[in-house]
Structure formats: structure tokens, C-alpha cells
């Protein structure tokens, strides 16, 4: 007898934790792909990355230009001044000099 139960309980016993553990398998798909579409949310697409990597480097660009026009104008303290805070800002960034960002080549 008891060899024939043992399927019988076995089976009942597959359908009552499927019936507790199926629900929360649905909210963990459901919280996974919720996650997915945050993440999809918070990063940029390619083109919105190709776009925004193209204005960091028009800002350092920008930033070179500048650099080196408040250079030529400033007079010897000011100008010594300003190159030291420009100097202690592109350690910062990761610039290889005060001219060079890190994303140029030479």
C-alpha cells in the first residue's frame, strides 16, 4: 500500500509547491523585466552615446581654445594663476597636459 501512495503523495506534493512557488516566480520575471526597462531608460541608445561623446569633445575642444586665448591675454600673475587652476582641473579629467584630453590621440 505504502508502495503505491508514495507516487501519489510525491505527485501532490509537485502540485502544492508549484502552487506556492509558481506566483512568486511570475513577480520575479515580472520585477526582472521591470529592471530591464529601468536600465533601458537610464542608458542611451548607441546614436544618444555617439552624440554625447561628440559634445564632451567639442567642450574639451572648446576648453583648449580658450585655455589658450586667456593665455595670450591675461597679464604674467593672472595668466600664471589661471594655469595653475586649469592644471590642478585637467588632472581631474584625466587630461595628459593642460592642452592634451585624454581622448586625443597626440
Known amino acids: ?17 508549484s502552487a506556492a512557488c509558481l506566483p512568486h516566480l ?15 531608460a537610464v542608458s542611451p541608445d548607441p546614436e544618444e552615446k555617439a552624440r554625447t561623446l561628440k559634445i564632451l569633445r567639442d567642450n ?8 589658450d586665448k586667456l593665455e595670450e591675454t591675461l597679464p604674467a600673475a593672472e ?6 587652476a ?4 585637467t588632472k581631474k579629467w584625466g ?5 592634451t584630453p585624454a581622448w586625443k590621440k597626440e
Do not use: T
Open 1 to 17: 500500500m505504502k508502495r503505491k501512495l508514495f507516487p501519489v503523495l510525491a505527485l501532490v506534493l509537485v502540485f502544492i509547491l
Open 60 to 67: 574639451d575642444n572648446q576648453l583648449v581654445y580658450c585655455y
Open 86 to 89: 586649469h592644471s590642478e582641473w
Open 95 to 99: 587630461w595628459r597636459d593642460a592642452r
Open 79 to 84: 595668466s600664471k594663476a589661471f594655469a595653475a
Open 26 to 40: 511570475r513577480k520575479a520575471k515580472q520585477f526582472y523585466a521591470e529592471g530591464q526597462d529601468q536600465a533601458r
